[in-house]
């Protein structure tokens, strides 16, 4: 069971609810792109992409704030995109989520990495077919989001995963991937995934897909999403398919206010030195090739732009 969140003078309620459509009769849809923050060149293009595509962002990136803010400033969704443990031992990039952290540093990450991400709204794993599958791990995750206004996403990268309902368990709004757009680039793929997203969500009233800011991906997405009022379906954010209440909290620039009911908590000095430390080591004088690998239903790719 889906839970919303409600707020009251300054009290937090967490009520059942079923997923809640908005008043427009259409099905929903989620577009996420994922893995922004690298190149700022495709982060842009992902940006101006019409409608309420949402935006998850690598934490210490070299443009990973400045991608935010500016999808921020467009009305468009932010979330963390959170890298963690994957069964195939992939690096993950800076500020990633370990099985060799204790749960007091696998805190401190977690906090770092939204704190140093602004306009956050919600996470997703980014890999993490080896962590999702750990209920102890997830309860670790989910737990520390209750310190946050914040929902999550499971990227679903492993059938295994067990995130998303230890995020129901702890009463954490969750959704769950549906579709990923383009573990294949072709655009022939793209276009059998992208139809795949219409036909579940007029099956059962929702769905949500992931895809990434590869050219191929933006082409496609950039005529599709013009066409959404004619193939009868609404683009929507996480938040809204959750029926979310986007308090200030949700979008306030940086995590750093006194704890209180439906807040974040303050930066402590750890957060600050993890923080600082991850960000000098990852801030390039001009933008860099990117080359990747990507871990998607248990597929491992290379792409370079």
Known sequence: MFRLLLVISGLLFILPSGLIQAASSSPQ???????????????????????AVTYSVLPFTPFGKQLAKQAHQQDKEVMLHMPMDNSHGHPLGPGGLTFKQDRPLFEQQLAAAITATPFVSGINNHMGSGLTTS????????????????????????ANSVAGRTALALKIPTLKRDIFLDHETTPAFIDKQFKRLLKKAHSKGHAVAIGHPYPSTLDYLEKALSQL????????PPSQLLALKRTPQLV??????????????????????????????????????????????????ITCS
């Open 135 to 158: 209920t102890e791990r997830m309860q670790w995750l989910m737990q520390s989001l209750k310190n946050y206004p914040l929902y999550f996403v499971d990227s679903r990268t492993s």
């Open 29 to 51: 849809i989620t577009i996420i792109i994922d893995d922004l923050g690298n190149n700022l060149r495709n982060g842009q293009r992902a940006i101006a992409l019409p409608g």
């Open 252 to 301: 306030a620039n940086k995590i750093t206010t006194t704890p209180q009911a439906n807040t974040a908590q303050p930066m402590t000095e750890d957060i600050k030195r993890v923080t600082k430390a991850l960000l000098v080591n990852n801030t390039p004088d001009s933008e860099p090739e990117q080359c990747r690998i990507t871990e998607q239903l248990n597929v491992t790719r």
């Open 229 to 236: 009022d004619k193939l009868g379906v609404e683009l929507v």
